[in-house]
């Protein structure tokens, strides 16, 4: 027998050790998931059932409240404030554990399980959302400039608002499987990208012609001065969180800042101007502008101007969200 064949027979003998432990391996992989498959649905009904007794025990308190004694109904706040803090534990439970989808998900991917079971993961997932709509963001307005100065054709209008009809649409998808994942998205900012959705979509099937053509260089520019706020305001929002998530107060799948601290004016009183000079200036409508630009310049005077709550648990401010393109809602 020549050495080269003599080599491959103790390479095969080598590969033949490895794939019986590899064999192993796999069997008590597969043991385990299914010991992970029954803990998970052991959980999701444990956390049913306690959530069913926590709220018929709610109810229960409810009615004893209008009889009860200054004493008794101490005891019963007590209670409540327990039961709330309970319930919230739950949704830090649920985020790890396999969920129905909502009516949206269903719609989009069908029953599937879009959980994800480790922090890495989560924490993968929504650092490639938050760098996809940079990405997207930079892209949006490299078309809006294009489209606004140099491509004066209607087909490439309808691949931009092509492209904003998928941006927002891949928006929602993620945060909705962000939000079966454990992230507290506020409703408002999901809310206005399926607004964005509906209203992209006006944009992309609306016929060219003589109003189309006067309103054309107005969204443009809306557009791009759009783009340029979501630009700034992702660093801000990147720089606000890293330091919170750094000192243990913000979640790792959270998108909004939702407490206002000192040290956020830094960044802040850079991005405010852009905000109110952009919304004061009106970019739709002249029948819009008095709700649109009051709204979207009211909302963070009143937030800096009001007095601040003092969150009685933690001892910080929690008086301001975060600065977002909500007119976006209104035009794109």
């Not at 490895?18 to 998931?33: D, S, V």
């Not at 926590?54 to 404030?81: P, T, V, W």
Request: aromatic share 14%; net charge positive; charged share 20%.
């Amino acid at each position: 027998m020549s050495g080269q064949l003599e080599r491959c027979e103790r390479e095969w003998h080598e590969l033949e050790g490895e794939f019986q432990e590899l064999q192993e391996t796999h069997r008590i992989y597969k043991q385990k998931l299914e010991e992970l498959t029954a803990l998970q649905t052991l959980c999701s009904a444990s956390i049913s059932k306690q959530k069913r007794h926590l709220k018929d025990l709610k109810r229960a308190l409810q009615r004893y409240k209008r009889h009860s004694s200054q004493e008794e109904a101490e005891l019963i706040q007590q209670i409540g404030a327990n039961i709330k803090e309970r319930q919230n534990v739950f949704f830090d439970m649920e985020a790890y554990l396999p969920k129905k989808n909502g009516l949206y998900l269903n719609l989009v991917l069908g029953n599937v399980n879009v959980t994800l079971l480790s922090n890495q993961a989560k924490f993968a997932y929504k650092d490639e959302y938050e760098k996809f709509k940079l990405y997207l963001t930079i892209i949006l307005l490299l078309g809006a400039v294009a489209c606004r100065f140099i491509l004066h054709y209607r087909v490439t209008d309808e691949v931009f608002n092509f492209l904003l009809v998928w941006y927002y649409c891949t928006l929602t998808i993620r945060e909705s499987i962000l939000i079966s994942n454990g992230s507290r998205i506020k409703g408002w900012w999901v809310s206005h990208h399926y607004v964005s959705t509906f209203l992209s979509g006006v944009m992309l099937t609306w016929p060219n012609g003589l109003i189309y053509q006067k309103f054309r260089n107005q969204f443009l520019a809306f557009s791009i001065f759009q783009s340029c706020v979501q630009f700034l305001q992702y660093y801000y929002q990147r720089g606000c969180l890293y330091r919170l998530r750094a000192l243990g107060e913000r979640n790792h799948l959270d998108l909004t800042v939702e407490g206002f601290q000192s040290w956020m004016w830094r960044g802040l009183t850079f991005l405010l101007p852009f905000l109110f000079c952009g919304h004061g200036n009106g970019w739709v409508s002249a029948a819009c502008l008095p709700v649109s630009s009051s709204g979207n310049s009211t909302m963070p005077s009143r937030c800096l101007s009001s007095p601040a709550r003092r969150n009685a648990k933690n001892g910080r401010y929690l008086c301001w969200h975060s600065p977002s393109s909500s007119s976006s809602s209104a035009i794109s």
